[in-house]
């Protein structure tokens, strides 16, 4: 079955760094958009980056733009996103999450990512 493991949270000073990973199995990772979803303390969930199947496409939201940048290995099929420059608004449960089988090219709506990791907390805290 389709497995995704986060790795790589914790507990870092503003300014700081960090870089997670998303070890994947039970799929065809080559095939798939990949994305890094988050959810901070009282708020809903936010898309923060995609990745294209052939890594050469990325998305970033407005608010991580600039600081964050993912990457994908799809001989190894692992997901990344290092993390530049962070702030105590970058708080939250950090998600790896693959779309359906059915969605081809991109997702246009939350509802089409159908397996998530467990999710790994980042902390910014001084």
């Known amino acids: 079955q389709v497995q995704l493991v986060e790795s790589g949270g914790g507990l870092v000073q503003p300014g700081g760094s960090l870089r997670l990973s998303c070890a994947t199995s039970?799929?065809?990772?080559?095939?798939?958009?990949m994305y890094w979803i988050r959810q901070a303390p009282g708020k809903g969930l936010e898309r923060v980056s995609a990745?294209?199947?052939?890594?050469?496409?990325?998305r970033y939201s407005d608010s991580v733009k600039g600081r964050f940048t993912i990457s994908r290995d799809n001989i190894k099929k692992m997901l990344y996103l290092q993390m530049n420059d962070l702030t105590s608004e970058d708080t939250a449960v950090y998600y790896c999450a693959k779309p359906k089988a059915t969605v081809n090219g991109e997702i246009t709506d939350l509802s089409d990512l159908s397996s998530w990791g467990e999710g790994i907390q980042v902390t910014v805290s001084s």
């Open positions: 039970g799929f065809t990772f080559r095939n798939y958009w």
């Open positions: 990745i294209s199947n052939d890594g050469y496409l990325s």
